[in-house]
Nanobody, 131 residues
């Protein structure tokens, strides 16, 4: 069974930086290359929002709200996805989740209903940004 474990959350002041990591494990033999990883976030009282994802060509998709500030990088040799978050804002405060999806489904983007397409989820890591 695929397992995703996030780390790296914390509390920072506005303008600060954090790096999140997501370690994937448990893929069946030969299956890892068919799956892509992404980041979602959920603030209190709000729905789950797609933040970034990396396809199997290394190309990234970002939510408009984080473009230019966040960078997602996947190291497939380590089955690990990173999210470098710079220029953090209070509105970035949320629980951040790593999620896995069949790479072909990334063609539909990270917009509405994107979370429904991701089959595997981590437990989340909290990011809090104070003003």
């Amino acid at each position: 069974q695929v397992r995703l474990v996030e780390s790296g959350g914390g509390s920072v002041e506005a303008g600060g930086s954090l790096t999140l990591s997501c370690k994937a494990s448990g893929y069946s033999a030969g299956a890892a290359s068919a799956y892509c990883l992404g980041w979602f976030r959920q603030a209190p009282g709000k729905g789950r929002e797609g933040v970034a994802a990396v396809d199997n060509n290394g190309m990234t998709k970002y939510a408009d709200s984080v473009k230019g500030r966040f960078t997602a990088v996947q190291d497939r040799t380590k089955d690990t996805l990173y999210l470098q978050m710079n220029s953090l804002k209070p509105e970035d405060t949320a629980m951040y989740f790593c999620a896995g999806v069949r790479c072909a489904l990334l063609d539909y983007g990270l917009g509405t209903a994107a979370a429904d397409r991701f089959a595997y989820w981590g437990q989340g890591t909290q990011v809090s940004v104070s003003s």
